[in-house]
């Protein structure tokens, strides 16, 4: 018998199973009666019987806290949306447009008088033309948050960048305001509307320095500024990441020691809070790469907190300022220019100015032309953590701790930071 040919395989063991089952039938009846198995010896030969304890055993607690797991997370994300859902607004720009008319001219009015009767004057085109008049319309959207109950929100500067246009926000719950841009961070992609309205819903403002790569993250905005409130789920694919960003209405920008996520940010996202799994808001989307597959960039809140304080207080945003021009070291650089350190912030003037601004806060602790500094109160200034950005985690009229290198030797010197004028 070809029991394992490939050509027998099929048919012989479907005809094993039925005689199988049909002797089990028939034994169980038998067996009452006493008689014999007479396929015994038939079913030893073909059929080796496995032991109980070599069989895979299932492990109903995994298997369970798998289960639970799963819900927890899906749950988790359930509850971060409805709990943020409501402090989330979309911004619609609005702005009057000329209004094109069709109007007809003759190409060959200029020509002289014979011309135009040996053309004749049915020569008549027609092109668009401004006839002076306006109209409103919408011509973009974006996204932003509350941060407190009497109506300040946070979103993008290029969202609010447009002097000459209006802005509308747009709540959760369907209600429609007029807002007043009240003040643009000229440092980073930050801005601050206000809308005249009280008892809000306010989002709770996290902590991005404990940002984890691989954490999940969760984004709510205003998609393609048509699909409010659009949530979609990713991760912290990296940080402190160093990026040019672009657009029509503020040109190029650098945006320095921003969150990269792989959550779906669109054009309209920008402004909307990025937020970790406790409801709690550790990012404002920003930009995306064009071209790629979702790799999108969010501000760290901290670096909006000192911003949304400023206005709290002053009504303004007021820029902290060193008043230095540097270079930022790398291990290359440093060594090129003889140096005993791998980073740091190399200061140095350029065609723009000076090293150090003259009477600025730099001058007045005593820093100096190609010096070195190391760090910030405790932390290194690195191409991932520049100056700039270091300094922008503080305030007007902070006093930090600056380690500087000096001809070979360590200094700390305190800087009481201005205002940027």
Known sequence: MKLFNNKYVLPTALAIIGITLWFATVSYAASSLGQANIFDTFLKKFFQ?????????????????TYNS????????????????????????????PILENCSFNPFSNLPDEFQQF????????QLCNNGKTQKQNIGGGSGFIVSADGLIITNKHVVSDADASYTVFTNDGKKYDAKVLARDSV???????????????VTLGNSDTLRLGQTVISI????????????????????????????????????GVIQTDTAINPGNSGGPLLNLRGEVIGINTAIVSGAQNIGFAIPINNAKRDISSV?????????????????????????????????????????????????????????????ILNVNGTNITTEKSLLAVIQKY??????NVKILREGKELTLQVKLEERK
Do not use: C, H
Request: cysteine-free; charged content about 25%.
């Open 49 to 65: 019987p496995v032991a109980p304890n070599t069989l895979p055993a299932i492990d109903r607690e995994a298997v369970s806290a």
């Open 70 to 97: 799963k819900l927890e997370y899906e749950d988790a994300i359930i509850k971060t949306v409805e709990k943020v859902s409501p402090a989330v607004v979309a911004i619609t720009i609005s702005k009057n447009v």
């Open 119 to 126: 053309l004749g004057q049915d020569f008549q085109f027609s």
């Open 188 to 202: 980073q992609d930050l801005a601050i509307i206000k809308i005249e309205a009280v008892g809000l819903p306010v």
């Open 221 to 256: 905005g205003n998609a393609l500024g048509e699909f409010r409130n659009t949530v979609s789920v990713g991760v912290v694919s990296g940080l402190s990441r160093n990026v040019s960003a672009s657009g029509r209405s503020i040109g190029t920008e650098q945006l320095e």
């Open 312 to 372: 709290k207080t002053t009504g303004k945003i007021s820029i902290p300022f060193l008043g230095v021009r540097y270079m930022v070291l790398t291990e290359e650089s440093a060594k090129k220019e003889g140096l005993s350190v791998k980073y740091g912030a190399l200061i140095r003037g350029n065609d723009d100015g000076p090293a150090v601004t003259k009477g600025g806060p730099a001058d007045k602790a005593g820093i100096q032309a190609e010096d070195v």
């Open 395 to 400: 305030s007007v009229g902070d006093t930090i």
